[in-house]
């Protein structure tokens, strides 16, 4: 079955350690976005690719980094420069006639 | 400035006690307007995309509809399984090549048996 796997579903750190997010899509979907989650706000777009090797920051980039080497894969690094790191980050993708399709996300814990 | 409210936060019905949810928008101009729905701890399943005023979609019990102002999901007949947050996003005619979504912070729903 086509879908987006995003790994790992649970994911500790200790502050001040950079931290990479999978996510892997089999839709053959162009464009990916990631998005942070948190209790009492709407999703929030830190970054998206439209295309391979090339992506956009979104509202809230800073303290996050991407690449988009693959056309399958969209890996995001939180850096010890993000402030609140501990979220839900969800990946998500689509193609230009479809609604967005997310993975399961990964939630990030940061002490 | 474009703006997605969801009502009400949270609602629990018995079940078979239909009922509805709001999302209100605010924007320039309303390319589309999409339902999903969220179990905890998963991402948000697509449920609908809306385009203009006037139009509905149905699946199982679910249909939502779609004015100049806001979109009603409505749920018929609830069940235990229909338990979920459900989130509403709007895209805006002026998004840009993103095609970025505003989204509604959500309705949490509980269904009791």
């Known amino acids: 079955d086509g879908g987006i796997t995003q790994s790992p579903k649970y994911l500790f750190r200790k502050e001040g350690q950079n931290v990479t997010l999978s996510c892997e899509q089999n839709?053959?979907?162009?464009?990916m976005y990631w998005y942070r989650q948190d209790p009492g706000q709407g999703l929030r777009l830190i970054y998206y690719?439209?295309?391979?090797?090339?992506?956009q920051k979104g509202d809230i980039a800073e303290g996050y980094s991407v690449s988009r080497e693959k056309k399958e894969s969209f890996p995001l690094t939180v850096t010890s420069a993000q402030k609140n790191p501990t979220a839900f980050y969800l990946c998500?993708?689509?193609?230009?006639?479809?609604?967005?399709?997310f993975g399961n996300g990964t939630r990030l814990t940061v002490t | 400035e474009d703006q997605v409210t969801q009502s009400p936060e949270a609602l629990r019905l018995q079940e078979g006690e239909s009922s509805s949810l709001n999302c209100s928008y605010t924007?320039?101009?309303?390319?589309?307007l999409f339902w999903y729905r969220q179990d905890p701890g998963k991402g948000p399943e697509f449920l609908f995309t809306?385009?203009?005023?006037?139009e509905e979609k149905e699946k199982e019990r679910l249909k939502a509809t779609l004015t100049k102002k806001e979109s009603f999901l409505h749920i018929t007949a609830p069940k235990p399984e229909d338990s979920a947050t459900y989130l509403c996003?709007?895209?805006?005619?002026?998004?840009?090549?993103?095609?970025?979504?505003?989204w509604g912070l959500g309705t949490s729903l509980a269904v009791n048996p």
């Open positions: 996003a709007v895209q805006a005619t002026n998004a840009g090549n993103n095609r970025k979504l505003i």
């Open positions: 690719s439209q295309i391979v090797n090339d992506f």
């Open positions: 809306l385009y203009s005023a006037g």
């Open positions: 839709l053959n979907h162009d464009a």
């Open positions: 998500a993708s689509r193609d230009p006639y479809s609604p967005l399709h």
């Open positions: 924007v320039s101009g309303l390319r589309g």
